[in-house]
Every structure is written in C-alpha cells, then in structure tokens.
C-alpha cells in the first residue's frame, strides 16, 4: 500500500519561508518522479514543482520559480519543496505525488496523471 505523509505546512507571514516534506511508503521511490501540487480554496489543484527520480532534473510552476526549490533525499523516501519569500497567494493545501507523466506548455515543463497521492498539508500566508 502506498502512503504518501505530507508535513511541514503552518502559519507563515508573507515573505517568510516554509518547508515541506513528504515521507514515501509502499513503493520503490527511488524509480518514481515526484511533484507537488497545492489546491487554494475554490480554484483547481494545480502543479507547483517536480523532480525526476534521480534528482537531477527539476521543474517549477512560474509562479513559483526562483523562489521554491524541490529536491529529493532516495536513501530517505522522502522529497522536499523549500518555498521562500512566500507570498499572500501561496495559501493552500499543498499535496505530495508520485508518478504520473511529464507535459509541456510553451517550455514549461509539469508533472500530470500521477498516480499517487498524499492527503495535503495546509499552507497559510498571513499579512
């Protein structure tokens, strides 16, 4: 059985910073790529950032871009999303994925289709 545990939402005030983890179960997660997702209150769940099963190629939202940093610890099971200077907007429920295929969007590269996923880590950016 598969278990994806998301931890590390809270409170944070915009500009500060936040780091999630998700620990991985049931699966040989050094083979899977890895996303995150987050999900604001009314709007679609969207993609946030991904990373390939060795680590070695990262892809970010543009809303997210050179503020986050997605990165993955195999001897662990466990991937990570450090997002700083978070802004107001950032609020969200943020979900852990594994798998699923990669897409392309004028350059832009996001995960879709995963196969796995967490039960999300709320995340609130406060003024």
């Known amino acids: 059985q598969v278990q994806l545990a998301e931890s590390g939402g809270g409170l944070v005030q915009a500009g500060g910073s936040l780091r999630l983890s998700c620990a991985a179960s049931g699966l040989t997660f050094s083979t899977y790529r890895m996303g995150w997702f987050r999900q604001a209150s009314g709007k679609e769940r969207e993609f946030v950032a991904g990373?390939?099963?060795?680590?070695?190629?990262?892809y970010y939202a543009d809303s997210v871009k050179g503020r986050s940093t997605i990165s993955r610890d195999n001897a662990k099971n466990t991937v990570y999303l450090q997002m700083n200077s978070l802004k107001l907007e950032a609020t969200a429920v943020y979900y852990c994925?594994?798998?699923?295929?990669?897409?392309?969007?004028?350059?832009?590269?996001?995960?879709?289709?995963?196969?796995?996923w967490g039960n999300g880590t709320l995340v609130t950016v406060s003024s």
């Open positions: 994925a594994a798998g699923g295929r990669v897409g392309s969007r004028g350059g832009v590269y996001y995960y879709y289709d995963m196969d796995y």
């Open positions: 990373i390939n099963w060795s680590g070695e190629s990262t």
